[in-house]
Each structure stands twice: as structure tokens, then as C-alpha cells.
């Protein structure tokens, strides 16, 4: 049986993290996570990081609640209890479409702020009773710490990895063995 080991190289400055990232990636050594304390623009890309589709999920969350007060404005107001109300008639959804404007624009809107919060919480896994994933408590107040998994990067030795971490910045390098 083979041991996991993680190693993080931990940073001052978020530009050398940056070359550090660009370095290992040169180097074709794959950087698993970046822990910081505010987010660093650019650095996605060099490590891998998809876009989000976060957008897309909240057009049709959107799209959802659209839908659902519009069908149920026609079912409460026309179709189920049908009411005069100042004069006006409830033939059609459409002659009472004004009125409706109001509780489809709210129901819109927060099927597509609930849809999006819960969404961001199941991707990335953040539910009661989950412990935290962070390496080093300073990566929340001025580190900055880069995790490698060794056993992503097999054709590579560790002491490679740990050269490169030392030559680009790092001020500190861990190793943590995982079970």
C-alpha cells in the first residue's frame, strides 16, 4: 500500500504564488487547491479552475419561478377562485396580466436567489456537520497555501516539487502524510 502525501508550500505574496503556480504547471506538476485570504484574480486559469456556471443555473432557476407564478396566478386567480376585483374581468390571464407583473417578477426572483444559494453550497460541498478543509489557519489572515497531491503527480520525485516551491517564494513547505 502506497502512502498519500500532500504538500503545502505557503506564500507571503499572492504574485508569487502566481509564478510558483505558472512554474509547477510548466513543469507539468498539477496543483490540487489555493487556499487565501481573498481571491486572486488570474490564478483559475493557471491552475486549472473551470468557469462557473453558476449564471446559467440562476437563468433557469429563473426561468422556474417564471413559470411556477405564472401558472400559479392563472390557476388562484382565474381558474380556481375567480374574482371581479375593481371591475376588472377574469376571463383570460392575459386581460389581468399588469396586475400579475408584481408576484411573477418576486417568485422569479427568489426562485433564482434559493436555487443559486443552495446550488453553491452542494457543489462545493459546504453542509451542517462537514469539517473544514483548510491546511493552515493563517491562509485566512496573510498566507497564502498551495496544495499539491503527490499522488497526482506520480512522475514526479517530491523533492522536485519542494525545489520548485523554495525557488519561487515559498516561505514555508509542509508535508502532511494522508491516511
Known amino acids: ?17 502566481i509564478e510558483s503556480a505558472k512554474a ?12 487565501s485570504p481573498f481571491p486572486i484574480h488570474g ?3 493557471v491552475i486549472g479552475i473551470k468557469p462557473t456556471r453558476l449564471s ?17 396566478t392563472w390557476y388562484m386567480m382565474i381558474s380556481d377562485w375567480p374574482m371581479n376585483i375593481g371591475g376588472k374581468p377574469s376571463f383570460t390571464w392575459l386581460e389581468n396580466l399588469p396586475a400579475f407583473i408584481p408576484a411573477t417578477f418576486e417568485l422569479t426572483v427568489f426562485c ?32 497564502f497555501v498551495m496544495q499539491i497531491n503527490t499522488f497526482d503527480n506520480k512522475r514526479v520525485e517530491e523533492r522536485e516539487i519542494m525545489d520548485i516551491l523554495k525557488n519561487t517564494g515559498s516561505v514555508e513547505i509542509n508535508e502532511k502524510v494522508l491516511s
Open 1 to 17: 500500500m502506497s502512502t498519500k502525501k500532500v504538500i503545502y508550500g505557503i506564500f507571503d505574496d499572492d504574485h508569487a504564488l
Open 24 to 35: 509547477l504547471k510548466t513543469k507539468g506538476i498539477r496543483v490540487a487547491d489555493v487556499f
Open 43 to 45: 490564478l483559475d486559469p
Open 56 to 72: 446559467n443555473f440562476a437563468f433557469w432557476y429563473g426561468v422556474f419561478g417564471t413559470l411556477s407564478a405564472v401558472w400559479m
Open 112 to 143: 433564482a436567489a434559493h436555487g443559486m444559494v443552495i446550488s453553491y453550497l452542494l457543489v462545493n460541498k459546504i453542509y451542517p456537520g462537514r469539517k473544514p478543509h483548510n491546511p493552515d489557519p493563517r491562509s485566512t489572515d496573510d498566507k
